[in-house]
């Protein structure tokens, strides 16, 4: 393996491993001791916190996804499926602050529990989608 394969090897690694960090304390740790702690006002604190949230997943997944192209541009060790899965992530996150997160602003105070739903299932495909990145990224 040659330096630059090693170093983007480190930055996917890199990448894929703080986001999914993040998702994993976000959903986990974050929101709910939030809402633990300050019951029907957790909604407005949440709401608050998404944008910043789905721009870090943005960042890192174009990160990701751009080392992974850049590593194996004609996917000639099979590395179609990397960036394709981190493309799923990419678009599920994309979707949670450039759509959800409008309407959530638009919708007001209930805005949380109106789109909890949706908000979950992208988190969840989000996580899976970066989870088998880091997989992929080992293969």
């Known amino acids: 393996m040659s330096l630059l394969q090693t170093a983007l090897a480190v930055i996917i690694d890199a990448a894929l ?19 633990d702690v300050l019951g029907d006002d957790a909604g407005r604190v949440v709401n608050a916190i998404f944008p910043k949230y789905y721009a870090l ?3 890192l997944g174009f990160v990701a996804f751009g080392a992974a192209v850049v590593a194996d ?8 499926l990397l960036p394709a899965v981190v493309l799923v992530g990419l678009a599920c996150t994309a979707y949670a602050h450039r759509i959800l997160v409008p309407k959530m602003e638009r919708a007001g105070d209930d805005a949380f529990a109106r789109y909890h739903k949706q908000s979950v299932a ?18």
Request: no cysteine; charged share 5%.
């Open 17 to 35: 491993g703080i986001w999914l960090g993040s998702i994993v304390f976000f959903s986990f740790v974050g929101a709910p001791t939030t809402f």
């Open 57 to 59: 997943g943005e960042g």
């Open 73 to 80: 541009p004609g996917g000639l060790r099979g590395g179609v």
């Open 122 to 139: 992208l988190n969840a495909g989000t996580m899976l989608a970066v989870a088998a990145g880091l997989v992929l990224s080992h293969l």
